[in-house]
């Protein structure tokens, strides 16, 4: 019902920049929370920064001053500005997105295909 397409991962040297987006489409009433997590190298999939509808954000403690979550509610889009990156942040970035959907009003929590992010040293 609801499609996640992430953009703007790549590879980048420590202390570089990155910005990822992510659009939603689909029989969307209104989008809830939406948020990036990631999967690091042999590690499980972790929250790295969510957006509510109304803007309020929320970060883990090791992006907090870095990564900075925005959204553009007429476009269904969700984007991470990373900057100061580190080798450490390498992983696979994934969108997530609750969805009201437009004729059941019933909320789809949905995630997009993923994107690499790659630090070097």
């Known amino acids: 019902q609801v499609q996640l397409v992430e953009s703007g991962g790549g590879l980048v040297q420590a202390g570089g920049s990155l910005r990822l987006s992510c659009a939603a489409s689909?029989?969307?009433?209104?989008?809830?929370?939406m948020g990036w997590y990631r999967e690091r190298p042999g590690k499980q999939r972790e929250l790295v920064a969510t957006?509510?509808?109304?803007?309020?954000?929320n970060y883990a403690d090791s992006v907090k001053g870095r990564f900075t979550i925005s959204r553009d509610n007429a476009k269904n889009s969700v984007y991470l500005q990373m900057n100061s990156l580190k080798p450490e942040d390498t992983a696979v970035y994934y969108c997530?997105?609750?969805?009201?959907?437009?004729?059941?009003?019933?909320?789809?929590?949905?995630w997009g295909q993923g994107t690499q992010v790659t630090v070097s040293s």
């Open positions: 997530n997105a609750g969805s009201v959907l437009l004729i059941s009003r019933v909320v789809e929590h949905s």
């Open positions: 957006i509510t509808s109304g803007g309020s954000t």
């Open positions: 689909g029989s969307i009433f209104s989008i809830n929370a």
